[in-house]
C-alpha cells in the first residue's frame, strides 16, 4: 500500500512563512500530478494548488502570489511554500496524488496540520 507522507507543518504568526513537503513510500508510475488541498474546521476540503506531470500549476484564488507549488512527480515528491500566512489559511492540509487519468482512486496523505496566529 503507497502512503503519501507530509511534514513540515506547525504553528507560525501572521505573515510568517512554511513549507510543506510530501514524499510517496514507493514509486507511484500512475499518476497525472499531485497536489495539495486543506481542510479548516467545520467546511470542506478545497483545492490550493496542483502540478502536473509537465510541470503546470494551478492555484486557489486565496493563494496566488503568496503560496508556490512545486516538486517531482516523477520522483512523487511534492512541497509547497507558503509565504505572507494569514489566519484564515489555519487547515490540516493533504498531500494528493491524481490518477484520474489512469481512472484510479487517488492516493491522499494523512494530513499536517497549520496553524497560523494572529
Known amino acids: 500500500q503507497v502512503q503519501l507522507v507530509e511534514s513540515g507543518g506547525g504553528l507560525v504568526q501572521a505573515g510568517g512563512s512554511l513549507r510543506l513537503s510530501c514524499a510517496a513510500s514507493?514509486?507511484?508510475?500512475?499518476?497525472?500530478?499531485m497536489g495539495w488541498y486543506r481542510q479548516a474546521p467545520g467546511k470542506q476540503r478545497e483545492l490550493v494548488a496542483t502540478?502536473?506531470?509537465?510541470?503546470?500549476?494551478n492555484y486557489a484564488d486565496s493563494v496566488k502570489g503568496r503560496f508556490t507549488i512545486s516538486g517531482d512527480t516523477a520522483k512523487n515528491t511534492v512541497y509547497l511554500q507558503m509565504n505572507n500566512l494569514k489566519p484564515e489559511d489555519t487547515a490540516v492540509y493533504y498531500c494528493?496524488?491524481?490518477?484520474?487519468?489512469?481512472?484510479?482512486?487517488?492516493?491522499w496523505g494523512q494530513g499536517t496540520q497549520v496553524t497560523v496566529s494572529s
Open positions: 514507493r514509486s507511484i508510475f500512475t499518476i497525472n500530478g
Open positions: 502540478i502536473t506531470n509537465g510541470g503546470s500549476t
Open positions: 494528493n496524488a491524481d490518477r484520474r487519468q489512469w481512472g484510479l482512486p487517488a492516493y
